[in-house]
Nanobody, 122 residues
Framework: VQLQASGGGLVQPGGSLRLSCAASGRTFNMYNMGWFRQAPGKDCEFVATIRWSGRSTYYADSVKGRFTISRDNAKNTVYLQMNSLKPEDTALYYC????????????????WGQGTLVTVSS
């Protein structure tokens, strides 16, 4: 599976962005998908994950209630809708695919896309 993230940009605090992650390959709908982020000088941080079926999701406490992960298996795409953005959400955002469900550990994801930069600033 090859993944390509897009949708990052500069947004003011309180604003919204939607990230997309397009996957190649016919087995996309077999993988659980996750979003991670890495801010400058910080470790990679789990953001959200969605099960292969789309029926289950899980979020980091820091984004719960503000971010929504979803997927469209017909389009081989996973999304991250980000609302009420804060300056501390500024980071390089990565999408990832893996077999394990409900894992927040980056090492347990098998495939990674390139990052897309989100900057939250006035």
């Amino acid at each position: 599976v090859q993944l390509q993230a897009s949708g990052g940009g500069l947004v003011q605090p309180g604003g919204s962005l939607r990230l997309s992650c397009a996957a190649s390959g016919r087995t996309f709908n077999m993988y659980n998908m996750g979003w991670f982020r890495q801010a400058p000088g910080k470790d990679c941080e789990f953001v959200a994950t969605i099960r292969w079926s789309g029926r289950s999701t899980y979020y980091a406490d820091s984004v719960k209630g503000r971010f929504t992960i979803s997927r469209d298996n017909a389009k081989n795409t996973v999304y991250l809708q980000m609302n009420s953005l804060k300056p501390e959400d500024t980071a390089l955002y990565y999408c990832a695919a893996g077999d394990m469900w409900l894992t927040t550990k980056s090492a347990e994801y098998d495939y990674w896309g390139q990052g897309t930069l989100v900057t939250v600033s006035s």
